[in-house]
């Protein structure tokens, strides 16, 4: 893993690299304040399905530092506001839902804080091993050096370890089997240019961004092998959530006969869902569209449509690479 971190618990305080500034600031957000974290999460300073979670657990924990009122009061309040900041990635709710269950088995302790704490570190710890697992697993999709194009961020930024597809992608290239990295640049918010490119370069793997519209211009050209994306939800017939623009990917992979993989952690898995059609769709502001980087580029009285992720309907996904193994189509989670 590179050399600078995505969140970190530093004494009593959350340190978070501040991902709306990258890659031309590397400046942390310091706090305890579970309310700044929330808000951390909506303005995606944190982002990234699994990163969620972890910030999201370390706000609820922050939360009771110094707390001496009701208890039961404070956290079902954190874990609303917690819950209410973006619906789509189900990793935030395992979090939270990991961290109800300690709540609940240790609600009169003198000792909460420290309690909740360590389960916030735990949920990290899991997803640095679950990001070891995918990137292991992913190797048996390369049977040899390919050309790679890869959507959004999901790398050590969105995560609280090396990555999801990204963490593949790089431990393929490690392995001698990747040779070219293409990077969707990821409108509106450019996660491919500005946090892809970002991983990409520490890493030391060569690299080019693409609009997102070039995708198919490059799959005609020969240029694309393999596409991998992450997912943010994932229904138990495979039907996966992830960036706006994956569905289109997915599409074109199977007009030009390229596999198309997602890697994502079982904790991406909703079991409770039995397709795509159940999973909420984030809606981002219009200004996100009608800014680039806070610079109006349209006017404010047009009408935007900003859905955040959109579903890839299983038949279209040709592997989805977990922590535990490689599933192939037909998928029943
Ligand atoms: O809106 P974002 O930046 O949080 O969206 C992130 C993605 O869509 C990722 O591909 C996804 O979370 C999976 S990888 C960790």
Redo the contacts with the bound molecule.
């Keep these: 893993m590179s050399e600078f971190f995505t969140l970190k618990l530093v004494g009593d305080k959350l340190h978070i690299l501040d991902q709306t500034k990258l890659p031309l600031v590397e400046e942390y957000i310091i706090t305890d304040d579970p309310e700044r974290i929330a808000v951390a999460i909506e303005r995606?300073e944190v982002?990234?399905?699994?990163a969620?979670g972890v910030a999201a657990g370390y706000g609820l924990a922050i939360g009771f530092k110094n707390f001496t009122g009701d208890v039961e009061e404070r956290f079902h309040a954190l874990f609303n506001r917690l819950a209410s900041t973006r619906p789509t990635?189900v990793n935030l709710f395992y979090a939270l839902d990991e961290m109800k269950k300690s709540f609940d088995e240790n609600t009169s302790s003198s000792d909460l804080y420290q309690i909740l704490i360590k389960k916030a570190v735990d949920i990290h710890n899991e997803d640095i091993e679950l990001c070891e697992n995918m990137a292991a697993n992913g190797l048996e999709i390369f049977d040899s050096p390919k050309n790679v194009l890869t959507h959004?961020?999901?790398g050590q930024l969105?995560?609280g370890g090396g990555g999801?597809?990204f963490y593949v992608i790089k431990n393929a290239f490690d392995n001698g089997l990747v040779k070219f990295v293409h990077a969707d640049e990821t409108r509106p918010?450019l996660?491919g240019s500005r946090l892809t490119a970002f991983e990409l370069d520490k890493a030391g793997i060569p690299f080019a961004i693409n609009p997102d519209g070039a995708a198919g211009y490059l799959m005609r050209e020969g240029k694309v092998d393999l596409v991998i994306?992450?997912?943010?939800r994932i229904a138990s017939n495979g039907d996966s959530a992830?960036?706006i623009g994956t569905y289109q990917l997915a599409i074109m992979c199977q007009y030009h006969s390229i596999p198309f993989y997602i890697a994502?952690p079982e904790t991406t898995i909703d079991r409770n869902i039995s397709s795509g059609k159940e999973i909420k769709i984030e809606f981002r502001s219009g200004d996100e569209v009608r800014q680039i980087s806070g610079t109006q580029v349209t006017r404010d009285n047009y009408d935007v449509l900003s859905p955040?992720?959109d579903i890839t309907p299983s038949e279209l996904i040709s592997g989805i690479i977990t922590d535990k193994k490689v599933y192939r189509k037909p998928y029943n989670f």
């Excluded at 982002?47 to 699994?50: D, I, L, Q, T």
């Design positions: 995606l982002r990234g399905a699994p969620i990635a959004c961020n999901t969105a995560t999801t597809a918010l996660q994306t992450g997912a943010d992830n960036k994502a955040a992720f």
